[in-house]
């Protein structure tokens, strides 16, 4: 069964989410702890301010609990027709790092649906804007919605049964609601994170084109599955109920995207010494991460620097992520800023 209408026509849907977003302290450290990220700028407000920040930096990723805040209206009231969602493709735009007690406002957008293989894939932009009314990150997910007429039927039955209260699962016979066709005028991007000195630890002079990255290995249970679900509001269950791993079609329980592009950002971060010196960061996912019950899985990260630009002092990071023998990231690049 196909969704009630069309979905394409719901392209370019937009609102903004009318509170704001404040960042904690707390927070912070909760989502670097559930991400496995311990640079000591998301922990000591003393190694944050060595770096130039006004407090604690947070993780490359975090601004995807705020997504997650802001696209639960778009999911449960707007899209409907799908039971499940599984995540393909992320970008992050970064314009400025965010610390300690800013206040971010968020905009959403259905920006795009193709559909492929007889699979409709959703863009979701979220543009994220701090108290300055200047735009601090942008970010585009893709995902692909599932039905239980595309894998066992009863999946959106399973799922009501199992889902925490407070979490509204979309109707199939949801009738869309027109909020808004045209996004208001935003404001200008911020310079920050373009314009501040970079604090590497990797001289751009010494660097060339094929250095490697320290190698990295990530242990995940399913321990570590439920916890990111926690801190980051995913109530997705394929990350950590049995049953409907396996309705979804899926071989078992699998690591969030999220949680594994975290990881590899992570890694990428630990290696610059600098968490704000990471300007874009994209992720293609071609496999699952698969967590068994019994034992931890790993996801095996590499990365080498595929370009050099002289004249902004910036590289191109080539990142590979394997679990279980095969790739997890289809392609994976991180632009960097390097002293």
Not at 180 to 190: D, F, I, K, R
Request: zero cysteines; hydrophobic letters at 40%; charged letters at 25%.
């Amino acid at each position: 069964m196909e969704a009630t209408f069309d979905t394409a026509e719901l392209v370019g849907h937009h609102y903004r989410v009318d509170d704001y977003y404040e960042v904690g302290r707390e927070k912070i450290r909760e989502y670097a702890r559930a991400v496995q990220d311990f640079h000591p700028a998301h922990w000591s407000e003393d190694a944050a301010n060595e770096l130039g920040y006004t407090g604690l930096v947070a993780p490359t990723t975090f601004y995807s609990i705020v997504a997650m805040l802001a696209n639960r209206r778009l999911f449960e009231t707007v899209i409907s027709g799908y039971d499940v969602f599984v995540q393909t493709d992320q970008v992050f735009e970064m314009y400025q790092p965010v610390v300690t007690g800013d206040r971010l406002t968020s905009d959403v957008e259905l920006s795009a649906v193709r559909r492929i293989a007889g699979k409709e894939l959703l863009t979701v932009t979220n543009t994220f804007t701090a108290q300055t009314g200047e735009i601090v990150q942008v970010m585009h997910t893709t995902v692909v919605g599932i039905t239980d007429e595309d894998v066992d039927a009863g999946l959106g039955e399973a799922i009501q049964r199992v889902m925490m209260h407070g979490i509204e699962i979309p109707s199939r016979t949801t009738t869309a609601e027109t909020e808004s066709t045209s996004a208001p005028e935003l404001g200008p991007y911020s310079a920050v994170t373009r314009n501040r000195v970079a604090r590497t630890a990797i001289d751009f002079e010494k660097a060339a084109v094929g250095d490697e990255l320290p190698p990295r290995t990530a242990r995940l249970t399913r321990g570590d599955l439920v916890n990111y679900a926690g801190v980051a509001g995913d109530a997705n269950p394929i990350h950590w109920h049995d049953d409907i791993a396996a309705r979804a079609g899926l071989p078992d329980v699998i690591a969030h995207g999220m949680l594994t592009m975290a990881l590899g950002a992570g890694f990428v971060t630990d290696w610059l010494g600098d968490p704000g010196a990471l300007t874009r960061y994209a992720v293609r996912l071609s496999n699952y991460t698969v967590i068994e019950a019994e034992t931890a899985g790993t996801v095996e990260f590499t990365g080498r620097i595929k370009s050099l630009d002289p004249e902004t002092k910036t590289a191109v990071v080539v990142i590979t992520a394997k679990s279980g023998g095969r790739k997890i990231f289809g392609l994976a690049t991180a632009e960097v800023r390097l002293s």
